[in-house]
């Protein structure tokens, strides 16, 4: 999510995850690595191995390299890095080095604000925009091959109740494909404050998705949005809360999330901590400001020089009984700010 002011909380004046806009200059490049996952541990269940900044202020194509908003692992085994100003890199699972770039478009040729990215068995992209918001299917060149309906409660106002640059962030498949799931990064009008829908859709014939399910998560702070969510093997999901105080810095943390047992609210027009609702069952992993900083810098004030606007997640692998897990910023195209991969580990 690109905000371009600030937003007030209603209970601490806290700012909502924002970034600035202004184009920096080139920084230095840096990567750390430790073999140990105790002297790395941020917390019982995660622990970091190293980051890389190799990609920060770099170009490919002609094509600024950032404004990463979304990873995913492509059939190849390449990762696929969705920026927010419609272009999809494919970038080496190992070195990280773009190897292609494709554009991206509406229907009328017009730029997205992608935020979601999952890739379906058949290679093709799922894609979500969150100015309308919308999630399309598109080919590995670019085309539109689908687009997805959205309930109209989460459309943005006037034409739903949801806002503008805070709907359709986080975006995964669930285990068989053929379930679809999309968070919204921060609550529609009516719904109680921290209260954030998820949405689902399930696959019918000819590979198409219609409406389904709808669940209700709960967020640890009213400035803290969802910008991304990740389906485990069983169902249950890995998601991140982030959220950005003026001086301060970044608040990142991951949870596990279980929507198994929570209610669907599809049905329900204002979500209002009503008791009968069910939500959204979580565990905090990790806060990321608890990681060690492995010599990392920062730009501006951070709780950890280690953090910054972290945006998008994928599961690479496992190894040794943890999921690999990696993160990655959103720099804005901000000098102030870094495209930055975190390599974790995460007990389950």
């Keep these: 999510m690109r905000l371009r002011t600030v937003l007030a909380t209603a209970t601490a004046g806290l700012a909502a995850a924002t970034c600035l806009t202004a184009a920096g200059p080139a920084s230095a490049s840096s990567s750390r690595t430790s073999n140990s996952l105790t002297t790395n541990a941020c917390s019982p269940s995660v622990s970091i191995d190293r980051f890389s900044d190799a ?3 770099t170009t490919y194509d002609g094509t600024f390299v950032g404004n990463f908003s979304a990873l995913a692992v492509d059939k190849d085994g390449s990762l696929a890095a969705l920026e927010d100003r419609s272009s999809l890199f494919s970038l080496d699972a190992k070195t990280l080095q773009p190897k292609a770039v494709v554009p991206l478009a509406d229907e009328n040729g017009a730029a997205l604000d992608s935020e979601g990215l999952a890739i379906d068995g058949d290679g093709t992209r799922l894609i979500t925009s969150e100015t309308e918001p919308s999630i399309r299917r598109y080919s590995t060149d670019g085309k539109i091959l689908d687009r997805l309906p959205v309930p109209s409660s989460l459309l943005v106002a006037p034409a739903g109740r949801a806002v503008s ?3 359709f962030e986080g975006l995964t498949l669930l285990p068989g494909g053929r379930t679809l799931l999309a968070s919204m990064e ?3 009008a009516g719904d109680t404050s921290g209260a954030v829908r998820f949405q689902t859709w399930t696959r019918t014939r000819g590979d198409h998705f219609e409406l389904a399910a709808q669940y209700a998560y709960k967020t640890d702070a009213a400035f803290l949005g969802v910008p991304e969510v990740q389906a485990l093997p069983d169902g249950r999901l890995l998601v991140l809360e982030r959220g950005f105080t003026s001086g301060v810095g970044n608040t990142v943390r991951l949870y596990l999330a279980d929507p198994r047992r929570a209610t669907d609210t599809s049905k329900i027009d ?6 009968g609702v069910r939500l959204v069952k979580k565990t905090l992993l990790a806060d990321i400001a608890d990681c060690p900083s ?3 810098t ?3 004030p951070q709780p950890n020089p280690l953090l910054d606007n972290i945006e998008g997640m994928v599961i690479t692998g496992r190894d040794k009984g943890r999921l690999k897990v990696l993160l990655v910023s959103d720099d804005n195209q901000n000098a102030v700010q870094t495209t930055r991969f975190y390599y974790l580990r995460v007990r389950v």
Aim: glycine share 10%; aromatic share 4%; no cysteine.
């Design 294 to 296: 492995l010599g990392a």
């Design 298 to 300: 920062a730009k501006q």
């Design 270 to 275: 204002a979500l209002t901590g009503q008791p």
């Design 165 to 167: 640059n805070q709907t």
């Design 55 to 57: 990609l920060d202020k």
């Design 186 to 188: 921060y609550p529609i």
